[in-house]
T-cell receptor
Framework: RKEVEQDPGPFNVPEGATVAFNCTYSNSASQSFFWYRQDCRKEPKLLMSVYSSGNEDGRFTAQLNRASQYISLLIRDSKLSDSATYLCVVGVGSNTGKLIFGQGTTLQVKP | ETGVTQTPRHLVMGMTNKKSLKCEQHLGHNAMYWYKQSAKKPLELMFVYSLEERVENNSVPSRFSPECPNSSHLFLHLHTLQPEDSALYLC???????????????FGPGTRLTVL
């Protein structure tokens, strides 16, 4: 079983649509959770951290369910510029800064 | 320069060559990382350095040798690589706090390596 599992997609949606990505992780000792965004042939960049109570940043909402070891990202009112690969990322175990990345989910927003 | 820079951006090498990848961070961070990104695979952590000490070596073959001379610079020395080592090598840095080492990591643009 992969340590961080995501549906690779691609998700093809029209502008203005709402789209949700899911992610599961296997290590119950995981401490920190993030969504990173990676544009084609570019480096990953932090989109948002994910907190236990859930958090929102503009059109983006992240949720964490520790019991189910499940993380989600909701994007409302999709823009063309949201087209990218979204990486689910988990900080594991002891304080070593070790992040485990999912394979990523590709989003393509169409006009 | 700002952020995290990497050189070279592209590298083609034979299996018998020796080369080095360089990373420099201009963010005042105290931790640096090497990652490998192969096609259709997730980013794989290779090495973690905190305050110039290696704290993680993720079962990486010895043909990859990291060096961290100070908190701003990180090198990855390559020798006798295999074609399957062809990938994008990404450097990142972050600031470890007292409570957590999982603060945001800032990535460089990567070095695209091809081993012939």
């Amino acid at each position: 079983r992969k340590e961080v599992e995501q549906d690779p997609g691609p998700f093809n949606v029209p502008e203005g649509a709402t789209v949700a990505f899911n992610c599961t992780y296997s290590n119950s000792a995981s401490q920190s959770f993030f969504w990173y965004r990676q544009d084609c042939r570019k480096e990953p960049k932090l989109l948002m951290s994910v907190y236990s109570s859930g958090n929102e940043d503009g059109r983006f909402t992240a949720q964490l369910n520790r019991a189910s070891q499940y993380i989600s990202l909701l994007i409302r009112d999709s823009k063309l510029s949201d087209s990218a690969t979204y990486l689910c990322v988990v900080g594991v175990g002891s304080n070593t800064g070790k992040l485990i990345f999912g394979q990523g989910t590709t989003l393509q927003v169409k006009p | 320069e700002t952020g995290v820079t990497q050189t070279p951006r592209h590298l083609v090498m034979g299996m018998t060559n020796k080369k080095s990848l360089k990373c420099e961070q201009h963010l005042g961070h105290n931790a640096m990382y090497w990652y490998k990104q192969s096609a259709k695979k997730p980013l794989e952590l290779m090495f973690v350095y905190s305050l110039e000490e290696r704290v993680e070596n993720n079962s990486v073959p010895s043909r990859f040798s990291p060096e961290c001379p100070n908190s701003s610079h990180l090198f990855l020395h390559l020798h006798t690589l295999q074609p399957e080592d062809s990938a994008l090598y990404l450097c990142a840095s972050s600031q470890w706090g007292q409570r957590s080492s999982y603060n945001e990591q800032f990535f460089g643009p990567g070095t695209r390596l091809t081993v012939l």
